[in-house]
């Protein structure tokens, strides 16, 4: 018999870029720990028993194994500690195996601590740092980032889909202004204004049909949270803590042009698919949350979620990856609002990636802890107000997201 | 002395060898004149007004060697300006970028067998970059498409030229055009793709018109880098 995996709590420092006066790693790590510990006055680091480090690019800090200095500063010496390294993905994935060591009993309380430093180098060397997790041989060398793999797979995807620009940058809005609730955010924090449909349609070229403002944010930020059982969860927050009801994880190729008549793929969904398009890893990994946590009907039985918007465009992908569209409906659905705050579904009701920000190891765990601050009703707490709080929300979905789609990890996590 | 010399022979008498070590007889050096190694070095610091917090700025460079394998005849294929490609044996499946050993888990891992693969392929899907790493800045706009090699399963990556960025479309027959053989260095950037001379851009439409008015200042931020 398996063990129930409950989140009892977390925080993140205020994700930011350049100079903050709080840039240290284990200095944020232990903020969060604080915070947390304010927020679950029972937990106590004292009651871990194995602790997983999500960090990406060791490229950012300099420094191999940067775990070591975290794990020393919060004096946690003979506690077990691994990292896990998954690309954008690493929080997804980390939360992945903190769930495995409680379900298989042998761990009860697993602690998470996820960073990345990202503004240590220039933002267009930063760019290419994280490109290096696409095949150099092939790709990096001929002038691709991110971005533009993005740009190559959203461009065919919106003219296959009849989406627009605009029906994109309706996502771009959402999660920025969102985040404009939200102290912690970067997009608060920086640039600190509201925006329109024109303002995305007017930022500068990126990609085409990407440009700057259908963007995550490059960030600096650390995260925390508590992972155990059901017995401890009831033990320290009776009355605040929450379910990994479902969880799924896959994988894709690395070269996004590898996805053609790709036989694991034409096994699993049949021939022409993914194509260049779609996130197969996606689709996987959401059915077997879906199987797990008993969803037929996403749409109708998921409130709310906090998902991988690295870019406007592949929130839009990701939606019909998770079945709550298809090629006929998404269109509409992306002009219909359904994923704001004032629609059925809200998506990023934290500001995302594209509003909160992106430090890569971090950035999973943010989208957990936004994802349980919203079951545990703590938004207005945690948000400067109530504008951003999904009202009765009891399950909600968290996507992380790596590489062109390469991994992709979902959760399904239910209100107690 | 004597019978350490002996138990060397023993040694590589039975020593199992995997594959014949390379004799490299082929070296060439194209380092541009400020690439240079310096190790670890910190070049400088900053202290905040009030002192309580410090940057420090750390400069580092390193020579990577690439070790390309069982795959270098892809990349010793560029030099000598051929696109080389894999075939399963056993499936004929084929591919560009190069697969060593088949995909297909009905094949096994089988070794694949390396092809010429004809100088032709066809957009699959493209983008206009305004924007790239640090290396490739003072090159944009790129249109970068993702074009299949004839007789390849795959998409490959590279930068198409001979074109307005704004007549880029889907299902575009190309020619793939190489460097001219003094400038190759054995990577993918040694080619690159170009419209058939067959193909001719379809008429000015308000896509054509929104790319134009998103690549413009583009061309005009390029100039002013230095």
Request: aromatic share 10%.
């Amino acid at each position: 018999m398996t063990e129930k995996v409950c989140i009892i709590g977390g925080a993140t420092t205020p994700f930011d870029y350049g100079p903050t006066g709080f840039e240290s790693i284990e200095g944020g790590a232990a903020e969060c720990v604080k915070e947390t510990m304010q927020d679950v006055p029972g937990f106590s680091l004292r009651d871990l028993d194995l602790i997983i480090y999500s960090h990406f690019s060791v490229h950012f800090g300099h420094q191999l194994a940067p775990e070591w200095i975290i794990h020393d500063h919060l004096g946690l010496v003979g506690l077990p500690h691994f990292r896990v390294e998954n690309g954008g993905n690493t929080g997804g994935s980390a939360l992945y195996a903190a769930a495995l060591a409680v379900m298989s009993g042998h761990h009860d309380v697993v602690g998470i601590a996820g960073w990345e430093t990202m503004d240590s180098v220039a933002q267009s060397q930063g760019s290419e740092f994280i490109a290096m997790a696409s095949d150099i041989r092939y790709e990096l060398m001929v002038g691709g980032i991110y971005p533009i793999y993005y740009a190559a797979m959203a461009n065919k995807w919106m003219k296959e889909n009849h989406v627009t620009e605009e029906d994109v940058a309706r996502i771009a809005v959402k999660n920025k202004n969102n985040a404009m609730e939200n102290p912690k955010a970067q997009w608060y924090r920086n640039e600190h204004k509201y925006i329109t449909i024109d303002d995305v349609m007017n930022s500068r070229l990126i990609s085409y049909p990407i440009k700057k403002y259908d963007c995550c944010l490059m960030s600096r930020g650390v995260a925390f949270l508590v992972v155990c059982s059901e017995k401890y969860a009831k033990k320290v927050n009776p009355d605040g803590y929450v379910t990994v009801d479902g969880m799924g994880l896959s994988s894709c190729t690395i070269r996004a042009g590898d996805r053609l008549n790709n036989p694991g793929w034409t096994e699993r969904y049949g021939p022409g698919y993914p194509g260049m398009t779609e996130f197969a890893a996606c689709r996987n990994s959401a059915e077997q949350a879906y199987k797990m946590a008993g969803i037929t009907n996403p749409l109708k039985e998921i409130d709310f979620g906090e998902i991988h918007d690295a870019f406007s465009t592949s929130e839009a992908q990701i939606y019909k990856a998770l079945g709550l569209a298809d090629k006929q409906s998404i269109a509409q659905f992306l002009r219909d609002e359904r994923t704001s705050m004032h629609g059925d579904i809200p998506m990023n009701p934290g500001g995302g990636l594209l509003g909160y920000g992106h430090p890569v190891g971090a950035t999973g765990l943010m989208s957990i802890i936004e994802c349980y601050y919203q079951l545990a009703g703590m938004i207005p707490k945690k948000h400067l107000n109530k504008k951003t709080v999904v009202p009765d929300a009891a399950c909600g979905i968290v996507n992380s997201h790596a590489g062109t789609g390469t991994s992709i990890s979902n959760f399904i996590i239910r209100r107690k | 002395m004597t019978q350490d010399i002996q138990m060397k022979k023993d040694t590589k008498h039975t020593k199992k060898k995997f594959a014949d070590e390379p004799v490299f007889t082929i070296k060439k050096e194209y380092r541009p004149k400020d690439v240079r190694e310096t190790g670890l070095a910190f070049v400088g610091h900053e202290i905040s007004e009030d002192k309580s917090v410090m940057n420090q700025f750390l400069h580092y460079d390193q020579l990577y060697t690439i070790r390309h394998g069982l795959n270098s005849r892809f990349f010793i294929g560029l030099l000598d300006g051929k696109i080389m490609g894999t075939r399963c044996p056993k499936c004929g499946d084929a591919w560009v970028p190069v697969r060593t050993h088949c995909w297909n888990l009905d094949c096994t891992l089988s070794v694949t067998e390396w092809i010429e693969m004809p100088l032709l392929a066809t957009v699959h899907t493209w983008t206009i970059a305004g924007w790239s790493g640090r290396s490739s800045l003072k090159r944009l706009p790129i249109v970068l498409v993702y074009a299949i090699v004839k007789g390849s399963k795959v998409a490959i990556a590279n930068e198409l030229h001979g074109v307005k960025p704004w007549d880029v479309e889907f299902e575009m027959p190309l020619k793939i055009v190489f460097k001219p053989k003094e400038e190759r260095i054995g990577a993918v950037t040694d080619f690159h793709f170009e419209p058939a001379d067959t193909w001719k851009p379809s008429p000015w439409n308000k896509e054509k018109e929104r790319i134009k008015e998103l690549v413009d200042p583009v061309y005009e931020w390029v100039k002013t880098l230095k």
